[in-house]
Nanobody, 124 residues
Framework: QMQLVESGGGLVQAGGSPRLSCAAS????????MGWFRQAPGKEREFVAA????????YYADSVKGRFTISEDNAKNMVYLQMNSLKPEDTAVYYC?????????????????WGQGTQVTVSS
C-alpha cells in the first residue's frame, strides 16, 4: 500500500510560483507513473501533469503546458509540481496520484493511489 502526502499549497497571488511536493512511501516509488490532478469547486477532478517511470517522459494538460513543471527525486521518493504564472482559474485542490503502469494515462480511474490533496487558492 502506497501512501502519498501532498504539501505546499496555500493562498497565492496571481502570477505567483509555488511548488507542490508529494512524499511517497510504502511501495517501490520507481515502479509507478506519478501524476498530479486538481479539482475545483463544483467541477470534476482533472488531469494536470504526469511523469513516467524513471522520469524520462512528462505530459501536461493544455491548460498548464508551459507554466507547470512536474519532476521527481527517486532518491527521496518525492514528486514535485512547480507552478508558475498562476491564474485565478488554477484555484483547486491538487492531488498527487500513483499508477502502476508502463504508460501515462490522464483519467482518474487509471491511478491506484491518491493523496489527501492540498488546497491552492489564487487571488487576483
Amino acid at each position: 500500500q502506497m501512501q502519498l502526502v501532498e504539501s505546499g499549497g496555500g493562498l497565492v497571488q496571481a502570477g505567483g510560483s509555488p511548488r507542490l511536493s508529494c512524499a511517497a512511501s510504502g511501495l517501490s516509488f520507481s515502479s509507478y507513473v506519478m501524476g498530479w490532478f486538481r479539482q475545483a469547486p463544483g467541477k470534476e477532478r482533472e488531469f494536470v501533469a504526469a511523469i513516467s517511470r524513471g522520469g524520462g517522459f512528462t505530459y501536461y494538460a493544455d491548460s498548464v503546458k508551459g507554466r507547470f513543471t512536474i519532476s521527481e527525486d527517486n532518491a527521496k521518493n518525492m514528486v514535485y509540481l512547480q507552478m508558475n504564472s498562476l491564474k485565478p482559474e488554477d484555484t483547486a485542490v491538487y492531488y498527487c496520484a500513483a499508477d502502476w503502469a508502463d504508460t501515462i494515462v490522464v483519467v482518474t480511474t487509471g491511478y491506484d493511489y491518491w493523496g489527501q490533496g492540498t488546497q491552492v487558492t489564487v487571488s487576483s
